[in-house]
T-cell receptor, first 111, second 114 residues
Framework: SQQGEEDPQALSIQEGENATMNCSYK?????LQWYRQNSGRGLVHLIL?????REKHSGRLRVTLDTSKKSSSLLITASRAADTASYFC???????????FGKGTKLSVKP | GAGVSQSPSNKVTEKGKDVELRCDPI?????LYWYRQSLGQGLEFLIY????????KSGLPSDRFSAERTGGSVSTLTIQRTQQEDSAVYLC????????????FGPGTRLTVT
């Protein structure tokens, strides 16, 4: 069953613009992770934020977590055409080992 | 070191046949996960191995699906009597240990049941 819901489902922007994707989830979490997927194959891990953290940065990526609202956002700054991909949030619960994924946001960055 | 590897990368099989999918996790990772991704269902958890503990099989969709992990390393996912609805990309991931760690994914096996 799906835990996270990404918003928007699809996003189209110009190179150089910022892209923001949101994720909401339903139950208490241990951590939340963001992944990128190109061409429907392997997922690339981008960033992990723990339940006691509020914000995390990695290069052009900024992730926020609001546990009171059960939501997270991923910001990609100064986007590039190579950022075109599907982005998924996934949550890990306190008593579970597996990740529960949202349906993803399809990002298209036009050169 | 090397990432998670999976084989084969593509598999086409006839309905009713059995298939085996293989996953080699990152060396030293004690946790191993299988997921599948299909158009209608998104990314679904199948089964999870952690060290020597009994696997968490709660995501397996039917008793035609089974998995084993030998020697705490390589894992094989077996689907018996394949059905067309089993067509999907099967993804394997590994992590260092517990639920607190990042999961690293292999490239997947695309299974097509004709």
């Amino acid at each position: 069953s799906q835990q996270g819901e990404e918003d928007p489902q699809a996003l189209s922007i110009q190179e150089g613009e910022n892209a923001t994707m949101n994720c909401s989830y339903k139950t208490s979490i241990n951590n939340l992770q963001w992944y990128r997927q190109n061409s429907g194959r392997g997922l690339v891990h981008l960033i992990l934020i723990r339940s006691n953290e509020r914000e995390k940065h990695s290069g052009r990526l900024r992730v926020t977590l609001d546990t009171s609202k059960k939501s997270s956002s991923l910001l990609i700054t100064a986007s590039r055409a190579a950022d075109t991909a599907s982005y998924f949030c996934a949550t890990s619960g306190r008593s579970q080992g597996n990740l529960i994924f949202g349906k993803g946001t399809k990002l298209s960055v036009k050169p | 070191g090397a990432g998670v590897s999976q084989s084969p990368s593509n598999k086409v099989t006839e309905k009713g046949k059995d298939v085996e999918l293989r996953c080699d996790p990152i060396s030293g990772h004690t946790a191993l996960y299988w997921y599948r991704q299909s158009l209608g269902q998104g990314l679904e958890f199948l089964i999870y191995f952690q060290g020597n503990s009994a696997p968490d099989k709660s995501g397996l969709p039917s008793d035609r699906f089974s998995a084993e992990r030998t020697g705490g390393s390589v894992s094989t996912l077996t689907i018996q009597r394949t059905q067309q609805e089993d067509s999907a990309v099967y993804l394997c991931a590994s992590s260092l240990s517990t639920t607190r760690d990042e999961q690293y994914f292999g490239p997947g096996t695309r299974l097509t049941v004709t």
